[in-house]
């Protein structure tokens, strides 16, 4: 009788453990979501997408990105180790490496093989990653039995989130349209990702071609369809709809594809079948399922915040984060799993559309800026190629010739800051000495000293004034430490997450703390310490 009263006890106690944790943790982050896109497309969105996270979860409308630069690369890597580039290291999406004197990418790695193509679109791994992520906590969390799979259109989207030690990540390869992976994950695709693929989802999603989902006069929220500030896609000439996605993937490959919002589609298709045929969610162990939705990125860059375009692309995104939960509902079941949804930065007006509304702002001249710089330092420190690279508006001076020179570094770097001071665009410049010692309550040093990593990034940042951009006429990019680049929305919603709104600041590295505490778990080893409290549900 004692022995089967133990038993029971045990089996009580191994289910009261097992009631604190949720079965999958889904992480969703839209690739360039400005937070003021649920405000302007609000009557539009259906009730089951972005209304019901609103209603029945949790959300930060505050939320922030608490360093620079504002990209993809560092955005997905920030979110999912809860540190920033300072620790984590990617600092950009490509950014000059001071030993090899080259550009690097923030997920290419030369030593894997691509799985599921012949080309080099899978030679990718997160060894340039210097911190462990979420799911690298739950694996160890489970002793490696739970599993952690990242899915997106770009490689640096499914790789980074996913974590060292993930049992796979797929991206599109942007010649065939297929998923595809690299050996750091496995030597060949499962049986379930190649019958996918030979399904040709994004041939049958493209084949009718990008008509606006309703009709063109009520996007009352953008600008009309045909304006200078958009670039061309189609070859009549104009921006605008309809898109004929079948002709442009025969000229620009499947990235056309991506470039519209049947991108998300074949994402949340890809998505819920790997939810299905990995049975995550299914067992006792902690899952990890991250899902990047690219293509708003694509469109984003292409056509800029006031199109037509973005309007449409996250009108139907609304409906494809409604699907996902409904799917989740079905196969994993309510209450069982914890989703969170963000963005990896958010996104600029377009300056052209601006100075046409009399708001102050312009584009920034790179290569005048960096040739005047070159004339000015021969000038005054002779003959040399003293900056090796201005890359994500960072400085690399030539240390090798400074040395051999025997130049004060102090002094060039005073030189460069004040010329810098004085070119059209250019709001604050900091050297990496001032970086360590930024100014109290000056939020482009600390945001500065937070993306700066002593290992990878430049002797100087300089900062654009605001909404100045190095870009190009049409479309918009992002990267800067101003509001519309760093603000974007943070939504928690299911299991250990208590409905309500937070208003206070929050900084984007405080998802990855919240969620460990969600699911029981040990922070991610470098992560920030300061969960979202008024986010979790207590017992």
Request: charged share 20%.
């Amino acid at each position: 009788m004692k022995a089967i009263i133990l038993v029971l006890l045990g089996l009580l106690s191994f289910q009261t453990i097992a009631q604190n944790q949720p079965k999958l943790v889904v992480g969703v982050v839209v690739d360039q979501m400005r937070m003021d896109y649920i405000y302007r497309y609000w009557d539009k969105y259906s009730e089951n997408g972005f209304k019901k996270l609103m209603s029945e979860g949790f959300t930060c409308k505050n939320a922030h990105f608490n360093y620079i630069p504002t990209y993809t690369g560092p955005g997905h890597a920030s979110i999912f180790t809860g540190a920033t580039p300072m620790n984590h290291g990617i600092i950009a999406n490509d950014w000059y490496d001071k030993a090899s004197g080259k550009e690097i990418y923030c997920v290419s790695d030369s030593l894997r093989n691509s799985i599921g193509t012949k080309n080099k679109q899978g030679k990718m791994s997160p060894s340039l990653l210097l911190a462990p992520t979420l799911g690298d906590a739950f694996k160890v969390s489970t002793q490696f039995r739970g599993k952690t799979i990242g899915i997106s259109l770009k490689d640096r989207g499914a790789v980074l989130p996913a974590g060292h030690s993930a049992d796979a990540a797929y991206w599109m390869d942007y010649e065939s349209g297929h998923f595809i992976s690299s050996d750091h994950y496995m030597s060949s695709l499962p049986k379930w990702v190649k019958a996918f693929n030979a399904e040709k989802h994004a041939d049958k999603l493209a084949k009718e071609g990008w008509q606006t989902l309703l009709a063109l006069e009520k996007y009352t929220e953008s600008t009309e369809d045909n304006t200078p500030y958009e670039k061309i896609y189609n070859k009549n000439g104009y921006p605008v709809f309809p898109y004929d996605l079948p002709q442009l993937i025969k000229d620009k490959g499947y990235y056309a594809f991506a470039n519209s919002p049947f991108g998300n589609t074949i994402v949340r298709q890809f998505a819920e079948q790997a939810i299905i045929n990995e049975d995550l969610g299914e067992d006792e162990f902690l899952d990890l399922l991250t899902i990047s939705f690219s293509s708003p990125d694509m469109v984003g860059h292409s056509f800029g915040p006031q199109s037509i375009e973005i309007e449409d692309t996250y009108i139907r995104l609304d409906l494809e984060i409604a699907e996902l939960i409904s799917s989740l509902n079905e196969r994993v079941g309510e209450g069982n799993y914890t989703l969170f949804l963000t963005a990896d930065h958010a996104a600029a007006q377009v300056p052209a559309y601006l100075k046409d509304h009399k708001i102050p702002t312009d584009y920034f001249e790179t290569e005048r800026f960096e040739s005047e710089l070159n004339a000015m330092l021969v000038a005054q420190f002779g003959a040399g190629n003293w900056v090796l690279s201005f890359s994500n508006q960072q400085l690399f001076l030539n240390h090798a010739l400074i040395d051999s020179k025997v130049i004060n570094e102090e002094e060039m770097l005073n030189s460069i800051q004040d010329f810098a001071l004085d070119f059209k665009g250019v709001a604050s410049v900091l050297s990496a000495k001032q970086l360590q010692h930024p100014l109290p309550n000056d939020q482009f040093a600390s945001m500065a000293q937070r993306g700066w990593n002593p290992l990878r990034s430049g002797d100087m940042v300089v900062q654009f004034l605001p909404g100045w951009m190095s870009y190009g006429h049409q479309g918009t990019t992002h990267g800067s430490s101003y509001n519309y680049d760093s603000h974007v929305p943070i939504m928690f919603y299911g299991f250990g997450v208590k409905q309500g709104v937070e208003l206070n600041p929050v900084d984007i590295t405080q998802i990855a703390p919240t969620i460990s505490i969600i699911t029981s778990t040990a922070f991610p080893m470098l992560s920030d310490h300061r969960p979202i409290v008024n986010a979790i549900a207590t017992p």
